[in-house]
């Protein structure tokens, strides 16, 4: 069968169109995640400007200046709230908030539903007996001369230790993605169950400190701390980045991506790792921070659609403002007392998340 | 037929446990009564709630969940008194093993009747009204001396004396105790009310401090400091680190849990204790504050900033180092070595505030 000439002429026009479509359509993405980007900053200049004590946004301005032009009327004090406290904090819950995000988008995206969150797979309780074992038990292991990392180095073994657990279960049956959160969310259970049997018997003097940690906090994480964090997430992101249309394929399900020629069981195998990392990293340092991880990715997918290639850039971002915003009310809402920010994330959380579903239901 | 069998035993059981409870409550009556008729002759002290308690003659066989009484009871030398404990109270006698009974704050009625105590030594909080009733029922006297309100430690160590038939030993503590908070307040009234030291107190875990109706309030009082977290609205506030830095506290109080084993009875290695104090001033900027400049820090055991006995040692710490100048003659480690003596007849080993004063 033969085209007619304006048969022809007829559908390259479509075919531009269609080009025209996809070039708007990434440019409006692209320019979305830009201005995500901004959202970001502004959020970061509000959220360094403001604290329980009187440094402003002037004098944050001035103590900036300082490092570069000797200024006399700044007080050491004043330089240590802004790049001690101030600055450190900050950062923590960008990189923290991406962490948790990116997690999350994998997460939901390999195992094709949308109620998987970097804790579904006990992840978050397998670091909770971590930290309960040092915070409770911590004299007991003084020999390993962990100092103050004691914490988060257990916390960590633990998350990854449930991580191999689950995967292993997995592994001896038939290791779909229901099996995989199946086993997830039993081990989840156990250790669950193993920090109460610690906290059961522990003494009440020490009962605070494991509450406060599973309430999550960004404060006092060291340079060290920012650093692993920082350093895992950009790997992550970049690897992400890299198998993005991979990740994209795999998403219209096993079998379409494996008939298309995609590694289907290695790209898993990556995304089950690199989210596992990804949260037990961020949570060894602050404690339990729900709900990011499960809405962010949601909120992406709602102002954004399912490809990777943007998705991730624009979950990094949503994560990180999502955690700063939470944060910075948080340590000002009732200043000097600070709420935990696991308390807030999910109290402006929640209701943001529900106006965009019914949002989106309606339309 | 053997469906309607299982209705009907289900049914007798349920008639059962009602007669049961109905007999349980016109026992209470009965005994409320007894023990108003009784209350002109016996020992009558005013518990921790407020309640009035009456008995008949000194204890002799009590069930204790609270580990602060254990400890009274020993120096009373009446540690054998104890017949069932809670998991947190140690074993109040050596080579003989007294059975614990359940958890420090869930109490387990059935264990506690089974030992038929004259009296249960509870938290008010972890007794519910229903068990009370059950125990009373049992002639077993429900006792809240909680021991956990440093400023009532006097009063309520006198009301244990009478209950245990032991007043003179009550007595001696009191006395120590009376003479040093009376050596205190003649101290503090040099200091005028507008140089009074602020305080920046922190409980076991960091940043966690105390608001005026928490326990380390009437600390802070006694040594005469000013809580700077005072006006929060939480009891234990997490408190901003920044916020902590302006206010620039004139000293600093942090408080150890024994379980971390750096502060405490047979506790002696200085070098875990330096090494926690130097992580503790080196957080963000600290050595910028008046306190860390000043050598105003002071670290202290659970043991005498939380307990009946120990607080005025933990008290003389806090006001020496807030005023070193007044309270230059006052060796707190001798007082403490006293104290121990007094009570205990014992001496004292281990590290219980850091820098020593």
């Known amino acids: ?363 | 037929m053997e469906m309607n069998g299982k209705k009907m035993l289900k049914r007798l059981l349920c008639l059962i446990m009602l007669g049961a409870m109905v007999i349980t409550l016109g026992a209470c009556s009965t005994t409320e009564a007894e023990t108003k008729s009784d209350s002109a002759k016996g020992i009558t002290v005013t518990d921790t709630m407020g309640r009035e308690i009456t008995i008949e003659k000194p204890l002799e066989k009590i069930v204790t969940y609270n580990s602060g009484l254990s400890e009274v009871l020993t120096s009373f030398g009446s540690e054998a008194t104890i017949i069932g404990r809670g998991d947190s109270v140690p074993n109040p006698v050596l080579n003989v093993e007294v059975p614990t009974v359940g958890k420090w704050n869930e109490p387990n009625i059935e264990a506690i009747m089974e030992l038929k105590p004259d009296a249960v030594f509870t938290y008010a909080a972890n007794m519910t009204a229903d068990n009370e009733t059950i125990l009373e029922n049992a002639g077993i006297k429900c006792i809240y001396l909680e021991l956990t309100d440093v400023s009532k430690s006097t009063e309520e160590v006198t009301a244990l004396g009478k209950l245990f038939g032991k007043e003179d030993k009550a007595e001696a503590f009191v006395k120590f105790h009376d003479k040093y908070e009376a050596i205190i307040e003649k101290k503090l009234k040099n200091i005028k009310e507008e140089d009074r030291a602020t305080i920046y107190y922190e409980g076991y875990t960091d940043y966690k401090s105390v608001n005026k109706e928490a326990g380390g309030q009437a600390l802070i009082t006694a040594a005469g400091g000013i809580n700077i977290a005072a006006d929060e609205t939480a009891k234990y506030p997490e408190i901003s680190d920044e916020w902590v830095l302006e206010r620039n506290p004139d000293a600093i109080v942090k408080l150890v849990s024994s379980t971390k084993k750096i502060l405490g009875t047979d506790l002696t290695d200085q070098g875990a204790v330096t090494s926690f104090y130097n992580t503790l001033i080196a957080r963000p900027s600290w050595g910028n504050l008046q306190a860390v400049k000043d050598d105003k820090v002071i670290l202290l055991s659970s043991e005498v900033a939380t307990t009946a006995f120990g607080s005025i040692v933990g008290e003389l710490y806090i006001a020496k180092t807030l005023y070193p100048e007044q309270f230059k003659d006052i060796d707190v480690q001798k007082v403490h070595e006293e104290l121990q003596k007094t009570l205990f007849g014992t001496d004292l080993v281990g590290i219980f505030a850091y820098p020593s004063k």
């Open chain 1, 1 to 363: 069968m033969k085209m007619s000439k304006t048969e022809k002429i007829k559908m390259e026009k479509n075919i531009d169109q269609a080009k025209l479509n996809y070039m708007n359509k990434r440019s409006r993405k692209i320019l979305f995640i830009l201005l995500l980007a901004l959202a970001l900053v502004v959020t970061a200049v509000i959220s360094i400007a403001i604290g329980a004590s009187s440094v402003n946004l002037k004098t944050v301005i001035q103590v900036f200046g300082d490092v570069f032009v000797h200024n006399e009327s700044i007080t050491d004090m004043q330089r240590d709230i802004v790049f001690s406290i101030r600055v450190p904090r900050i950062i923590t819950a960008i990189l923290v908030g991406m962490a948790l995000s990116n997690a999350g988008l994998l997460m939901q995206g390999i195992f094709q539903n949308p109620l998987v969150s970097p804790y579904t797979l006990g992840v978050s309780n397998g670091a909770s007996f971590g930290a309960s074992l040092a915070i409770i038990f911590g004299s007991s292991f003084a020999f390993l001369n962990f100092g103050e990392f004691l914490l988060p180095v257990f916390a960590f073994a633990f998350s990854v230790l449930t991580m191999m657990m689950v995967y292993g279960v997995a592994k001896m049956s038939n290791n779909t993605s229901s099996t995989l959160i199946l086993a997830g969310v039993a081990i989840g259970y156990l250790f669950s169950a193993l920090v109460s049997l610690i906290k059961y018997v522990s003494d009440v003097k020490d009962l605070p400190e494991l509450v406060f940690w599973t309430m999550g906090s960004l404060s006092g994480v060291p340079w060290e701390g920012i650093a692993i964090i920082a350093v895992a997430l950009a790997g992550s992101i970049i690897l992400m980045m890299g198998f993005a249309w991979d990740l994209n394929i795999m998403s219209a399900g096993e079998e379409t991506a494996i008939s298309i020629g995609v590694n289907y069981k290695r790209i898993k195998m990556l995304s089950f790792g690199i989210s596992t990392l990804l949260t037990a990293v961020a949570v060894s340092f602050t404690g339990v921070i729900g709900f990011i991880g499960l809405v962010s990715p949601h909120i992406t997918k709602m102002l954004i659609g399912n490809d990777y290639r943007y998705s991730v850039p624009a979950s990094s971002l949503i994560g990180a403002l999502l955690l700063l915003i939470a944060d910075t009310i948080g340590r000002n809402i009732i200043a000097p007392t600070q709420l935990p920010v696991g308390i807030v994330t999910s109290m402006i959380g929640v209701p943001f998340f529900l106006y965009l579903i019914v949002r989106k239901r309606g339309k």
